[in-house]
T-cell receptor
Framework: GENVEQHPSTLSVQEGDSAVIKCTYSDSASNYFPWYKQELGKRPQLIID?????GEKKDQRIAVTLNKTAKHFSLHITETQPEDSAVYFC???????????FGSGTKLNVKP | DGGITQSPKYLFRKEGQNVTLSCEQN?????MYWYRQDPGQGLRLIYY???????QKGDIAEGYSVSREKKESFPLTVTSAQKNPTAFYLC????????????FGPGTRLTVL
């Protein structure tokens, strides 16, 4: 089955700096890659996603890049703010979306 | 955040007891999922259902059971056979094409005493 690895497990940045979280996957059949943000005690919420026919996608301060050849994808957050502090999960899903495989999460701490 | 609900929010169980976690959605989604989340770990898939009256085991189905008799409902039973049931349980539903986005419920925190 699919194996998604996520790094780093914790990330601490100064407000205004950029943050990058990286994930790798193993199954070439995966073609949908969402990113979720989970605040303490809350449900995960989708913040951005990318499909295998696209190499990069951006939404305001958040961007995701995908390298299908190397089987890795990354989340980039620019101009970080304290409210960006949360746990971020990457995931991978095959074309039929019947399963989602999650990374182990990155705890992002943005220091004011 | 509306559209998918879970109850109860907190659940305490004695060892040897079965408990059922509720998950309801009014989003008219065909697909529904149950995940388990342990501290410092990602979400692990317990069961999923692509359509009413059909469901499949995920990666950690042992000790759990589900039913999908209605489109709106996908209850999860944690049986006494589950050796380490204390965890945070998340239910999700998925929208159809073209977005196929997962929406999560608020979760149920189960503690075995």
């Amino acid at each position: 089955g699919e194996n998604v690895e996520q790094h780093p497990s914790t990330l601490s940045v100064q407000e205004g700096d950029s943050a990058v979280i990286k994930c790798t996957y193993s199954d070439s059949a995966s073609n949908y890659f969402p990113w979720y943000k989970q605040e303490l005690g809350k449900r995960p919420q989708l913040i951005i996603d990318i499909r295998s026919n696209v190499g990069e996608k951006k939404d305001q301060r958040i961007a995701v890049t995908l390298n299908k050849t190397a089987k890795h994808f990354s989340l980039h957050i620019t101009e970080t703010q304290p409210e960006d502090s949360a746990v971020y999960f990457c995931a991978a899903s095959p074309y039929n979306f019947n399963k989602f495989y999650f990374g182990s999460g990155t705890k992002l701490n943005v220091k004011p | 955040d509306g559209g998918i609900t879970q109850s109860p929010k907190y659940l305490f169980r004695k060892e040897g007891q079965n408990v059922t976690l509720s998950c309801e959605q009014n989003l008219n989604h065909d697909a529904m999922y149950w995940y388990r989340q342990d501290p410092g770990q990602g979400l692990r898939l317990i069961y999923y259902s692509q359509i009413v009256n059909d469901f499949q085991k995920g990666d950690i189905a042992e000790g759990y059971s589900v039913s999908r008799e209605k489109k709106e409902s996908f209850p999860l039973t944690v049986t006494s056979a589950q050796k380490n049931p204390t965890a945070f349980y998340l239910c999700a539903s998925r929208s159809g094409a073209p977005y196929n986005e997962q929406f999560f419920g608020p979760g149920t925190r189960l503690t075995v005493l």
